[in-house]
């Protein structure tokens, strides 16, 4: 498809924002993939999907992100709902994107089942234990974070999916992150 996107990937709270802002800050252009599922989330025809699928989720005319993310991450079924009507609409709009694009384009993808195959893709992974204590801190309860991780794929997953940047330490990050980027160019 296209040569000029490579997917920054990996589970819940390894530092996939923290690479992006990384490559951000190195000149490249970058995209966050949640960050367009929740522009597509305010378009009317989204809430009129969610209205009619997950209406304890709307409220005021607007999409209650926190309980839709409550819903789906502890309902297989209702996750796949949505990725259902999400993911084509995220993929039409990355390709307008990467169509105009003129360098490497480095997209941030939570849930990359449908880009592994398309696109070269650097893989965030932090042990389970540094990426909880993570997202507590971000003022996540438990049981979602929980919840999360239990529907995202194992460690084995991960791992085989692309290059592996263990984020550890800070600094080191920063340098294998670059390091990596050499490397895939």
């Not at 398309?118 to 929980?146: A, H, Q, Y």
Request: aromatic share 8%; charged share 30%.
């Amino acid at each position: 498809m296209f040569k000029n996107g490579i997917v920054i990937t990996g589970p819940i709270g390894a530092g996939k924002s923290s690479a992006l802002e990384i490559i951000n800050n190195l000149g490249y252009e970058t995209v966050d993939l949640d960050t367009i599922s929740n522009e597509i989330l305010d378009q009317e025809d989204s809430l009129k999907f969610i209205k009619e699928y997950f209406s304890d989720c709307v409220a005021d005319e607007q999409v209650n992100r926190a309980e839709l993310a409550k819903i789906v991450f502890s309902n297989k079924e209702k996750l796949l709902l949505l990725e259902n009507f999400l993911h084509p609409k995220i993929q039409n709009k990355l390709t307008s994107i990467l169509e105009i694009s003129k360098g490497l384009v480095f997209i941030e993808v939570s849930a990359p089942k449908n880009m592994i195959n398309i696109f070269k893709s650097i893989v965030i992974w932090s042990p389970v234990e540094t990426r909880i204590k993570r997202l507590l801190k971000r003022g996540m309860d438990i049981e979602d974070i929980m919840n999360r991780i239990e529907n995202q794929p194992n460690d084995e997953w991960w791992n085989s999916i692309g290059t592996v940047i263990e984020n550890n330490d800070e600094k080191d990050f920063e340098s294998k992150l670059k390091d990596t980027i050499q490397t895939l160019q």
